[in-house]
């Protein structure tokens, strides 16, 4: 069975401090996206990865950067973390183009 | 950028009815998935459509793909509780391009 496991499925941080979420998957895909999903605005695409060391801003990717050392491990990094960054935070995983992306359980995070 | 509308937003049936949702775009899609989402749980994917006009059926569940490539349709027969969950369609532009566009989705719940 393909794995994608974020590290937290609740956080709670302060305004200001910086923020890291963590992805690990174990498909060995070269691609992983990070996305935000919101009520009413569905899942919107932060940021993604096609290789180790490389990354493409998304739809949303203001507040937001990426880490990508290791092809397993993709994190996403709120800089200085706001209160409109509450929200649940999605990782997934896909290798080819027209595969289906297989995505963590999410990790809810509350900016205080 | 590529916009998917998903209708309706919420749907609450009896268990053993039938029920339709919808998927529509501004674009034509290369392809279209759907996923289902359960409470706690990251969208895990049902099917992928590439043809236009194509019916692919998931035991209870058929899945439509528009002859113009603009919109799919999933339909559940005699619904059951399991069924419950937020429903997600998306998709890519170009064949090729990296980033999929979900829907905001349908959140569908069935009554026993």
């Known amino acids: ?94 290798g080819a183009y027209n595969q289906p992306q297989h995505f963590g359980d999410g990790t809810r995070l509350s900016i205080l | 950028t590529q916009l998917l509308e998903q209708s309706p937003q919420f749907l609450s049936i009896q268990e053993g009815e039938n029920l339709t949702v919808y998927c529509n775009s501004s674009s034509v899609f290369s392809s279209l998935q759907w996923y289902r989402q359960e409470p706690g749980e990251g969208p895990v ?12 059926k998931l035991k209870r569940l058929t899945f439509q793909f528009g002859d113009a490539r603009k919109d799919s349709s999933l339909h559940i027969t005699a619904a059951q509780t399991g069924d419950t969950g937020l429903y997600l369609c998306a998709s890519a532009p170009n064949f090729g391009n990296e980033k999929l566009t979900f829907g905001t989705g349908t959140r569908l719940t069935i009554i026993p």
């Open chain 2, 45 to 56: 994917l049902l099917v992928t459509v590439v043809t236009g006009g194509e019916v692919k």
């Open chain 1, 1 to 94: 069975d393909v794995k994608v496991t974020q590290s937290s499925r609740y956080l709670v941080k302060r305004t200001g401090e910086k923020v890291f979420l963590e992805c690990v998957q174990d498909m060995d895909h070269e691609n992983m996206f990070w996305y935000r999903q919101d009520p009413g605005l569905g899942l919107r695409l932060i940021y993604f990865s096609y290789d180790v060391k490389m990354k493409e801003k998304g739809d949303i990717p203001e507040g937001y950067s990426v880490s990508r050392e290791k092809k397993e491990r993709f994190s996403l990094i709120l800089e200085s973390a706001s209160t409109n960054q509450t929200s649940m935070y999605l990782c997934a995983g896909r």
